[in-house]
Every structure is written in C-alpha cells, then in structure tokens.
C-alpha cells in the first residue's frame, strides 16, 4: 500500500504548504501519520480571487462539458479506489472494506450530478399574446462549504459535486482530523482538467476560515455538515449578511421495530448498521422502540450480534469495527454509559473501553433505557444503541417525534397500515422501512427541526446550488 499522502493546500488549480501544521493521528495507534497546513489570512484571500475568477469560466462552461470533466473525475477516483481508501482507514480508522465503499459512493454524487447538471430545466408560463414569461435556473455563485471528518471522501464529494454540476465554484475547508479524501478529490479533478479557481481546497482553525469567508461578498452560499450547534452558530452568522444556507445537522436516528417482524432479523441487521463507522453518523440507527411480544427477543439477539463484532485496526482484514475518531468519543461513550446505568438502563454488551491505545470502543446494547437518560436526549455520536420497550405504535411514533432532531428514522414492519402511518407520523427528512439505507445519490437527503436546513442529493440537492430567475419579455414597447 501507498504510504499517507503528503498533505496540501489546493488554489487556484496548484498545491502550496504553509508555515503553519496541525498533527493528524491514527486512531488505531495514536500516533501521527501527517501534518495538515493550517490556511493563513492571505492564503483565503488567493481561495477568494481564484474562485471569483474560477466561477467567470465555470459558469459560462456548458452542462455537458462540466459533466464530462465530472465524469473523467470520478472516473480516476474509482481506478484510484485502493489508495484513497488505505488514506482514509489511516486517519479516520474504519475497516478498508468499508473505506473502498465510501469512496464508491462518493463518485457517484459526482456521477449522478453530472447528468443531473445537464438537466436544470427553466419553464415558460403560458401568458397573453406579445409577452413571454421564462423562469430560468443559474449557478448561484461561489460557494463556502465546510465537510466533517466522519467520511473523509464521501461527504465532501457530496458538496463538491452538487456545486460543480451546477455551475458554481468552490471553496471546501475540510475537516483537520480526515483530509485525505479531500485531497484526493482535487488530484482527481485537478487532472481531469477542471479549470484553476473552480474548486479550491484549505484546512485551518475552522472558526476563523468560517468567520472570514462567510461574510464576503462573493460568498453566495454556505453549505455545511456537522454538529447542530456550530450549524446554529454559522446560521446566524449568514444571517447577517444575508448568506443563504445549506445544513445538514445532527440527528438522533429513531427505529421503531413492529411486533409483526422476525425480532431476530430485525435485530441482526440492526446490529451490523449500528457497527457502521462506529456508530458516528448522524444518521445511525439509535433508538430502538420495540413492542412488547418481540421486546426480549430483539434485545437478546441484538446484545448477541454486537458481543460477536470484531474491533480492531482498520487494516487487518479480519476487523469489522474500527476506533472512534478521537479521545473526545472515548469519553463521551463512558460518560453516556454510566449515566444511562445510574438511572437504570441494563448493559447487555460492551461499555468499557478496549485496551488504552487506540480509541476502541465496542457496540454497546443498553436495555430498558428511560427517557431521563443523558444517551436518549443527547446524540451519541458512537456505538450505542439504546433499546426500550413500548406498547403500542402510536407510543413508539410519539416517543420518536420527542426530541428536537429529524434527521433520519427508521422502522420495520410487514403491514401497509403501519408503514403508511410511520411515514405520515414520523417527523424525519427520510424514513426508511425495512431498511437501514438512509439515501442515496439521486435521493434528496437532509433534516428537520433541529437537523438542518435544505437538501443534499437528487434534483432538490441540486437547486440549492442554483438561483432562480425570471424573465418577462414583451415583444413590443
């Protein structure tokens, strides 16, 4: 395998260091594996005047020609698969099976939204005799996007594709703790010819690049993934110049498991979703809402599953489950687990910490969790699923519905008069029955409530990176 790569600004189409280093870690080991630069002032300043002249040409570049060098990208991506994904296992430690996957859905945001580009129809209203009405759909300009570490590849490409088959340019602040992927996006585009300035790429303190670049005048949209909060913070800074957002937030996935299901498969597929980037995807299944007859059963096999996932390194083959991403999560899961077991919850596998280098943690099961518990109102961000009881289906909905957050949600059920009141009643941008695929690439994807604003993916994704205009033509004065 090829070594880490060697970490780089990317502006105005060339790769530059700065003065300044923040350390990356494996999480599997602890121990540093690259230095990513930290922008300056200055380097912002050339990001901003490259994407202002990136955006002259890339807007006026036809859909089908930004497509083409769309698809070349991810092209390179996909025959590149190994070595991306070998960069990702090192920094953000998730079994390289699992990394290659990650990449593959990341080419194929680019993919999907470079035919979908060609495809931003206008319309014409029907009007009198001697005057037309056209709507038309334009880039909106030059977007400030900002990716978190949980998928390095994936959730860039996401931004990245959505502003570039529009017809906008980019600046992507990547997150400090995952860079590779996004380094690797822009090797990919920036040797399928993409022009300099359309994409530009910087890592630094991620609220003094927020502070700077939302309120420029050439920033004409933010898109952002991460925490509620910060999603919060950056809001208002938006707001006050008038920056149109685009959140994707924290969420608290909900699953309500009917009692017309085999609990065993129900729980088996629950428990290898749960094991996914261990647990820390704001879309991961967490609170499992069980009906009665089916309770113990579920929660049994679910503990069974979880005792039988293998964790460890990454890069051993074997490993189902790799480390959480830094100490910060280690001690987050300690402090959710002992709560939750002071107020009564049962722990019916995991909830101690493996060994004391690397940051491993296993699928933990919590049973009979009451809804006082820290784990059931805070997102975990990790293995936990939270497992309790319920009577009935409307108990199971409004237990669902109570938190701020509505993200994702998810249930299993073989009855049609469920699953139409599960997707009428449950208050989540995406509801998944009978499966634990929250989207896909031509699926609009994003929350409610507390989880974000707007849509990511699919033709919906696709119009928030454009703007709206339209044309009144009166043939004659």
Known sequence: MTAYPDLKLYIGGAWRKTSDSLPVLNPADENVIGAVPVASRADLDDALAAAKEGFKVWSRTSPRARGEIMLKAAALMRARIDEIAHAIT???????????????RGCEFFEWDAA????????????????KYVVMHQPIGMVAAFSPWNFPMSQPARKIA????????????AAEETPAGA??????????GLPPGVFNLVFGIPAEISQYLIPQEQTRLIAFTGSTAVGKHLTRIAADHMKPVLMELGGHAPVIVCDDVDPVAAATASAIRKSRNTGQVCTSPTRFFVQKPIYEAFARTFAEKARSVVVGNGLDSATQMGPLANHRRIEAMETLVADARAKGARVLAGGERIGNRGYFFPVTVLADVPDEARAMREEPFGPLALISPVSSLDEAIEKANSLPFGLAAYAFTHSAGNADRIADGIEAGNVSINTLEASVAETPFGGVKDSGYGREGGAEGLAHYTVIKTVSHRMAI
């Open 183 to 192: 380094l690797h996006i822009a090797r990919a585009l920036h040797d399928a």
């Open 90 to 104: 090192l920094e953000h430690g998730k079994p390289f099976a699992q990394a290659q996957l990650e990449v593959i």
């Open 116 to 131: 979908e580009g060609q495809r931003t129809y206008g319309r014409v209203i029907p009007s009198e005799p001697g005057i």
């Open 162 to 173: 959505g502003a570039l088959a529009a017809g906008c340019s980019i600046i992507l602040k």
